[in-house]
């Protein structure tokens, strides 16, 4: 397995904190962005419903002039809560809402699976490994003033990660039905997206993937359109 090594350059730079300024996303990524943006009004009605608990959390903490952190877990913290988390992210960024940070976790800890790392640079996001071991950590870069997202199977609830009042964003059931507990939660809402995971070795395999990865994205499109027409609504009024 052939992994690209981030330069000492690339770590300085993305190990900076950016200021308050206007997101510059990367080239490879905005046309991608415009496009999820775009179709926040495809995601299906029952799904909607899921979401909207969660724009709900990140609007009371907003109101409150609180961090809005959020942890995305699925068992093996492998494949959807990655992909879940950068996502989410982005989508924060993308309609600039402050304060919101975003995390990924299992109950077990593995790797993070090249096929989501794949994924992600199919959907022009910038990824590289910083190690070769059983477990890397790849730095995922969307935007260039805003720093990477370290991307590595963890449980949820490891050092780094948020350990109260943060919102416990479920990705599978299984992990749910598993978990009745997510110590130090606010919330937990139970998305369960489908494991891409079935397709492993297969013709499907990209496919599977990619689709796996616009359903999240769209999703977090969603949820933070959500947010930001309510929040800046409640300041207009103010």
């Known amino acids: 397995m052939v992994l690209r ?3 000492v350059g690339f770590l300085l730079l993305m190990s900076t904190t950016h200021a308050d300024d206007e997101l510059q996303l990367l080239e490879s990524v905005a046309p991608i962005v415009e496009k999820y943006a775009a179709s926040v009004g495809d995601v299906p009605v029952e799904r ?11 609007l009371s903490k907003l109101r409150a002039g ?5 942890t995305f877990i699925c068992t093996h913290n492998s494949r959807r809560s990655h992909l879940a988390q950068v996502w989410a992210q982005v989508a924060a960024e993308h309609y600039g809402l402050p304060g919101v940070t ?16 794949r994924a992600m640079r199919r959907a022009g996001l910038q990824v590289v490994a910083t190690n070769l071991s059983d477990n890397p950590t790849y730095l995922v870069q969307y935007a260039e003033n805003r720093p990477a997202i370290k991307a590595f199977s963890k449980v949820y609830d490891t050092k780094g990660n948020p350990q109260e009042e943060y919102a416990a ?5 299984d992990v749910d039905q598993k978990c009745p507990i997510v110590h130090g939660s606010s919330t937990r809402i139970p998305l369960h997206y489908l494991d891409p995971k079935a397709s492993d070795g297969t013709p499907e395999e990209s496919t599977t993937y990619d689709q796996r990865s616009a359903q999240i994205a769209k999703e977090m499109f969603y949820l933070f359109s959500r947010v930001a027409s309510e929040w800046k609504d409640s300041i207009t009024t103010r």
């Open 102 to 117: 975003t995390f990924s976790g299992g109950t077990e800890t593995t790797a993070c699976n090249l096929r989501t790392i």
């Open 5 to 7: 090594l981030v330069t």
């Open 66 to 70: 609180k961090e809005v952190p959020i």
């Open 48 to 58: 909607r419903e899921v979401l909207d608990r969660a724009a709900q959390f990140v």
């Open 169 to 173: 964003m479920m990705c599978c059931a």
